[in-house]
């Protein structure tokens, strides 16, 4: 079945620690986005990437790393520069180059800063 | 600076009534709207879309409603069903980019 697979669902880390947040496609979208959501505040939008080799910040995109080395792959770092990392992160892709439409995401990475 | 608001944090209808989320949007430059649901610890899941060009869409019990001058859509959902409880999202994308920007939802609840 064609979708998007955050890892791990849930992550525990130490403070002053960096950790990855995989998210992988097979929709063969070109756009991939990372976002985050905390309680009360919506989904706010870190970075995100139109084709491989690029991306852009989003509005919060401080602390925040992101490569695109495949189309299918977009891994967010959340380095230890990020002051209030405990949230929950969600990956999402879209078709990019053609009609806009909707953004499809995946199940949600919940980190927590220990 | 939040450019998509929805104002209401959270509402409660009775099951078989109207539900109406609103939402209003600061940026002219947005060409595209978007509603999502949302369950606790699970990505959104796509719901209606409007496009700047129109002023309602319609899918099945859902209906989008766009007031461009008032930079205002909002979201009905008739009839209202307990398994509509969640929160729903209004997004909005920046005309000629794929960025998406989402309000701070509202949660819905629907009583049986």
């Known amino acids: 079945d064609g979708g998007i697979t955050q890892s791990p669902k849930y992550l525990f880390r130490k403070e002053g620690q960096n950790v990855t947040l995989s998210c992988e496609q097979n929709l063969n979208h070109d756009a991939m986005y990372w976002y985050r959501q905390d309680p009360g505040q919506g989904l706010r939008l870190i970075y995100y990437s139109q084709i491989v080799n690029d991306f852009q910040k989003g509005d919060i995109a401080e602390g925040y790393s992101v490569s695109r080395e495949k189309k299918e792959s977009f891994p967010l770092t959340v380095t230890s520069a990020q002051k209030n990392p405990t949230a929950f992160y969600l990956c999402?892709?879209?078709?990019?180059?053609?009609?806009?439409?909707?953004?499809?995401f995946g199940e949600g990475s919940r980190l927590t800063v220990l | 600076d939040q450019q998509v608001k929805q104002n209401s944090p959270s509402l409660s209808v009775q099951e078989g009534r109207i539900s109406i989320l609103n939402c209003d949007y600061t940026n002219s430059m947005f060409d595209y709207f978007l509603w999502y649901k949302k369950y606790p610890a699970e990505g959104p899941t796509f719901l209606i879309s409007i496009s700047s060009i129109k002023d309602k869409n319609e899918d099945g019990r859902f209906t989008v409603f766009l007031n461009k001058s008032a930079k205002h859509l909002s979201l009905h959902i008739v009839p209202s069903q307990p398994g509509d409880s969640a929160v729903y999202f209004c997004?909005?994308?920046?005309?000629?980019?794929?960025?998406?920007?989402f309000g701070t939802g509202t949660r819905l609840k629907v009583l049986a």
């Open positions: 999402a892709s879209s078709i990019a180059g053609g009609p806009v439409g909707e953004l499809f």
């Open positions: 997004a909005a994308i920046l005309s000629g980019t794929y960025k998406y920007i």
